[in-house]
């Protein structure tokens, strides 16, 4: 997993459009009680069940991949020239 540059910042990113996508697909807002981890498993599953994304092998289903997984489908949705990105 090459890491990128802004990696906490892309997260955070591909973690709002994620909570909105989840929004327009009639999921409840996500309650301040829940963990990030949960935050970012649950917008995993659900972009895994509406083929957005490629499951990661069982084996291979934890937090720092689920997140690899996050930043790499928000990176390939933004433009070449994002600041995030640079």
């Not at 934890?62 to 994002?82: E, V, Y």
């Amino acid at each position: 997993m090459k890491p990128h540059k802004n990696e906490a910042q892309i997260l955070k990113f591909a973690m709002e459009i994620g909570v909105g996508y989840a929004k327009k697909r009639g999921y409840a807002d996500f309650d301040k009680g829940i963990s990030p981890k949960d935050k970012v498993e649950c917008i995993y599953r659900l972009l895994v069940t509406d083929n957005l994304i490629q499951p990661l092998a069982k084996d291979k289903e934890d937090g720092p991949n689920m997140k690899h997984k996050l930043i790499l489908w928000i990176t390939r949705q933004l433009p070449a020239d994002h600041p995030l990105l640079k």
